[in-house]
Every structure is written in structure tokens, then in C-alpha cells.
T-cell receptor, first 109, second 110 residues
Framework: DTEVTQTPKHLVMGMTNKKSLKCEQH?????MYWYKQKAKKPPELMFV???????INESVPSRFSPECPNSSLLNLHLHALQPEDSALYLC????????FGPGTRLTVL | RKEVEQDPGPFNVPEGATVAFNCTYS??????FFWYRQDCRKEPKLLMS???SGNEDGRFTAQLNRASQYISLLIRDSKLSDSATYLC???????????FGIGTKLQVIP
């Protein structure tokens, strides 16, 4: 019943692959977020888009590249990832109250 | 001192018990407060916002104490389905200022 959708649900990729994660929301929120969550840890903020402009980049390595094609869509492009990048990647939208998508569980081999 | 602190637990309680979690925050300028629930391998879901006047939603009651800089969550008549990790979230203004606590794990036992 979440109004934030993410695809794919699961992704396995090699260290030389290029892949993209996608997120979509239809709640009219003007801020969207990417978080990374490792097991037994809280979500860690990676990027924030506000009115389709990147407003926050929490010193994330350049192998992660966000893109916001329009106010409803958010992508995360992945290239040359490391095994330690394996995690649950969560998209969220909203302002102080954030609504999360179901996440993409990423495994890097 | 961490910005948002929670006891990670686990809290193991029998069905029907009342359980309370606290969360302390260090930034006195913090503006909004929330409890999220996260089931294993799922996304966090908003449980409730927390107001100074306190708020209740069924078996759940949340309180904010600005003077002592903590928020609390009380769960009455615990159900097996309440087993989850409860994340305290503090918003301090600006899109980047959402801070998560480490989460408190609750296990309700039959």
C-alpha cells in the first residue's frame, strides 16, 4: 500500500556492471531521497533532491550517480560497485515526514 | 554524544504486556519528531508523529518532552504482530536534517 514504488526489488551485479535503480512517487512531494541501509543499522542518507535539483550529496562515492528526470521520478545509477556496497537502497519522498519505498536489495559480487 | 540515541534492545515482552521506549536527542532546535516501525528486511513505515501535547493511536501513545529532550513510545496490550524495530526520527529543519536513531528491537513472545 506504499505510494512510493521502487524497481527492481532485488539486484545482483558484478563489480564491472552498470545498473540503475528506479523510484517513483505520486504524492506531489517536491523532495526525494536516496538512503542506504546495512543490516541492523538505521538508514544513511545519500542524496536529496529538492524541486528536481540535487541539494544534498553526503560525500557519496562517484560510483553512485543520482538523477531526477522529473518531480515524480528518481534514479540511482550504479557503476563499478564494490562488495561493501551490498545493502538495501531505499527511496523516500516528503519533507519532515518521509515516506519510504519498499527498497531494492542489492548484492555486489 | 550522538544526535539521536535509542536503546537497541532487544526488548522481549509477553503478549499483553505494556512496553515503553525512549529516545533522546541532542539538538534543542529540533522541530519534528516521529516513530517509524521497520519489519525485518522491509522499509521503515511511519507509525506516528510526536507532539508536545502527546498523541494516541489505538494502543500506541507518543510523548515529547522538550525540556528533557526525549520522546517516548508506549505500546499497550502488545501483540505478536508488534514485533519489529522501532526507529526514532528527529527533523531539525532543512531537508538534510533528518536523523535516525539506531532503532529499538521489540520481540513479543507468546
Amino acid at each position: 500500500d506504499t505510494e512510493v514504488t521502487q524497481t527492481p526489488k532485488h539486484l545482483v551485479m558484478g563489480m564491472t556492471n552498470k545498473k540503475s535503480l528506479k523510484c517513483e512517487q505520486h504524492m506531489g512531494h517536491r523532495a526525494m531521497y536516496w538512503y542506504k541501509q546495512k543490516a541492523k543499522k538505521p538508514p544513511e542518507l545519500m542524496f536529496v533532491y529538492s524541486y528536481e535539483k540535487l541539494s544534498i550529496n553526503e560525500s557519496v562515492p562517484s560510483r553512485f550517480s543520482p538523477e531526477c528526470p522529473n518531480s515524480s521520478l528518481l534514479n540511482l545509477h550504479l557503476h563499478a560497485l564494490q562488495p561493501e556496497d551490498s545493502a538495501l537502497y531505499l527511496c523516500a519522498s516528503g519533507a519532515d515526514t518521509q515516506y519510504f519505498g519498499p527498497g531494492t536489495r542489492l548484492t555486489v559480487l | 554524544r550522538k544526535e539521536v540515541e535509542q536503546d537497541p534492545g532487544p526488548f522481549n515482552v509477553p503478549e499483553g504486556a505494556t512496553v515503553a521506549f525512549n529516545c533522546t536527542y541532542s539538538n534543542s532546535a529540533s522541530q519534528s519528531f516521529f516513530w517509524y516501525r521497520q519489519d525485518c528486511r522491509k522499509e521503515p513505515k511511519l507509525l506516528m508523529s510526536v507532539y508536545s501535547s502527546g498523541n494516541e493511536d489505538g494502543r500506541f501513545t507518543a510523548q515529547l518532552n522538550r525540556a528533557s529532550q526525549y520522546i517516548s513510545l508506549l505500546i499497550r496490550d502488545s501483540k505478536l504482530s508488534d514485533s519489529a524495530t522501532y526507529l526514532c526520527v528527529v527533523y531539525s529543519g532543512g531537508y538534510q536534517k533528518v536523523t535516525f536513531g539506531i532503532g529499538t528491537k521489540l520481540q513479543v513472545i507468546p
